[in-house]
């Protein structure tokens, strides 16, 4: 993965922590020149607006959970394990950022920026699972007989979906979760694997 610039590193960790924080909206230049305290020259010199800082933090993790995933292919691992590990590493790549992107998604001014996220997202995510479920499929741990990549689309809509859970819903921390194992169900549904399998990750 191509390493950053030293004073880039610093503004895009300083931002996501802002937008954690404050929100994409309430979050400006000015703010993110007294968080990095850098020059207004300084901090242009690097990015052109706080959207081109949050393009470039995006491309940075879509660049790291690609080469993740592309390891985890390589391994000697079944299906089933290899989809765990992928859970697993995109879960800890989002820990420490999940609310920063989070305020980006849910900002009703950040349309451009949603489409990229999902658009990185699906990129990684599409080739990955259509080699895992055409190996689950052979070893006979997926049950599902359609083609792998239609059904990697049909998980990534459903996880997508998952993205938008509904205002009532959101509110109560219960409901919230059951919406997400509801969601994962159907995911599991779709691979034809155990309908439990993802519970673990939405407790």
Do not use: W
């Not at 990697?152 to 809509?157: G, T």
Request: include cysteine; proline fraction near 4%.
């Amino acid at each position: 993965m191509k390493k950053l610039h030293p004073t880039k590193e610093k503004i895009i960790k300083e931002t996501l922590r802002l937008f954690a924080e404050d929100g994409y909206e309430e979050t400006t230049m000015a703010h993110i020149m007294e968080a990095t305290d850098l020059s207004k020259g300084a901090l242009y010199h690097h990015f052109k607006s706080k959207n081109d800082i949050a393009d470039s933090a995006i491309a940075q993790i879509s660049e790291q959970m690609k080469t993740e995933f592309e390891a985890i292919l390589k391994k000697d691992l079944s299906a089933l394990e290899k989809l765990t590990e992928i859970i697993s590493v995109k879960q800890e790549v989002f820990a420490q950022q999940k609310q920063a992107f989070i305020n980006i998604f849910n900002s009703s001014k950040s349309g451009p920026l949603k489409q990229k996220m999902q658009a990185a997202s699906c990129q990684n995510f599409v080739p990955i699972m259509t080699s895992i479920i055409a190996q689950g499929q052979k070893e006979g741990s997926f049950s599902s007989a359609e083609d792998p990549q239609i059904t990697a689309y049909l998980m990534f809509n459903i996880q997508k979906s998952l993205q938008s859970v509904p205002p009532k819903i959101a509110q109560d921390p219960e409901q919230t979760k059951s919406f997400m194992r509801a969601g994962t169900r159907l995911v599991c549904q779709t691979l034809g694997i155990d309908p439990h399998f993802f519970d673990t990750f939405c407790a």
